[in-house]
């Protein structure tokens, strides 16, 4: 007997993800029937320790349950964000249980194991998750990150506003505990038209024409064992864990501490765990040869095409073709920046920062502050 | 009259014979060397040692006593003369073209247009021929729409079958290196991949300081080694980096 829910989703709900890894440019391609959807993601790769150091400082700064509300809210703005990108459609609720254990299938095969253990009630419309060594809050206990991706997917897939909270069970197995419900009290309610993304978003990140020298894609990086991919599906640039992200999800992070006023906080941190990380992956070689490594990394962690110009007072970077996306462009050059500090040797700050849209490049200026 | 069973003939397994590229690390990774009278493409990008590869090659096969050919489509003779004598091995690599058992050849492409069906004749007809190199292939393609030479797409592909059927006899190994880089897209290969009979793919990172790394992703008859290796290109040629050495505590 023909299985038509089986046939349905499979061939018609289910997307097909293709991953395109360019030198400089990598795009998540997510195509699916069900509504004839093709769109793409402009998607980098980020250092899991900078974010996770980033919450660990935050609780020291302002407490765990401001951080916990605080990455509960980029969790949700994340997940809403990506669901507008894709184009998600509501699926009929009669398929639900088999699109969350679809999702939930996905999580653990991108590292988030938030998903080993699922109970989900159709028609009370309630999930409850079990996972330990999750990105990111397996370093450091916030697990109310993961909860606002939960609460995000359940208000999507019910069409109504479903809030969850998380607990971890133990902090030596970094276990989470995720429970959503429509009973929960309101808690935060994404800006559906600040994170949909602009109809510029295909025409600037997916540049036609891309003729650049020799730089090294992610696939030339695992080939060369640079990069390597354990059993769990984590990528690791040396021992350091990096995650594919849609670009503007870096972002989001960097607008709620804006809004909290802890952006300068925000940009130490960054900048000092990126030189910390720059250490260690560059080690021991010249300064040139270190400029050169940076240009490689970048541009296999879709961070665009890098060119550097160094004069006695300053350093520029010129990236061509980096992600873009309405909310801005304020991580990568921190990352950049902790970077050239481990490189020179010295403590820069960002001075300038010009861009172009067409064909999308970002000038960024770096000197020291005497 | 008794009936004289026949004793039963053992089945002969004949052992494929190979040819050692000269370097032990790479051919451990291909059960000791190249099958005899393959023909296998030695592909990367500019400046990755396909040519230093080759060098080894030859110079393997002379030492055996074996007669090897180097032809050359884009280089000429003193570029290759430089090449050898940056190495240690160029003295004895002299020696043996001076001896006759390695024959280095030059040509421009439209010269070598008018005379590559008899030269590949001739290397078919002598037997005492067992190793050939042919640096590069892709001279045939960058010939396209040449004013000056006959070539245009379906000639190429003609002359590429014609190449590789006059290059396959018994005990004729043959290397024919191919230029590759990104920006040439898949119709540059006129199915070359299928028609070899095995790849050695070189390929470099360049982080700062550079990485070389040799992969063999096809090769018949035998079973290669799966994963890559790192080598370097120094005084003796390429030397192949053992990775379980190169750990520092």
Redesign the interface.
Known sequence: MLNIKGYFLNKLLFPKVVVIHK?GIIINQISRKYGGVRSRLRTIFFFEDIISILQSETIKKIGKEKTNNLWYKIGKDFTTRYLLLTKAKQPPSFLIPDIIKYMLAGFRSAGFSVAEKSKYNNKRKTLSLEGKDNLLCKKSEICEYSAGIISALMSFLHGTNIEAYSKTISYKRHFCHIDANPDFNKRYIPSISHLQPSKEYNKINFPKRV?HK?F?SLK??I??N?VNIDSSAKFYLKDYVIIPVEAGWLEIIVEHYNRLNLKNFLDEIITKESSNIAKNI?GD??Q??????LI??LAALGWGFPYVKKSKDKIVINLIHPPWNKLGFSYQPLVINGFLNYITGKKLNIISTKSNKYPHSIKIEYASIK | MKDKKKPKKEPQTQKLERESIGIKEIDSMVQGGLPSGSVIGLSG?PGVGKSILSLHFLLEGAKKGQKCVYINLEEPRRNINNMIKEFDFANEFLELEKRGLIIIKCFDYPEYEKVYTELLQRIKDDKKIKRLVIDSFNCFFSSIDNPHTLATSINVRKMVIDSFYSMRRHELTTLVILEKS??QGSNFDYNIPYLVDGIIKL?F?????I?R?I?IPKMRWTNQYKE?KSYDIGEKGIEVIDEEDSELE
Not at chain 2, 205 to 209: A, F, H, N, P
């Open positions: 030198p003729q020799s090294h030339d990086f080939k060369f640079k560059l070689i010249s040139k040869e270190k400029i050169e490594a490689q990394i | 990008p990104e920006e390929d990172l360049d982080l700062g300081t990485e790394r992969f890559s």
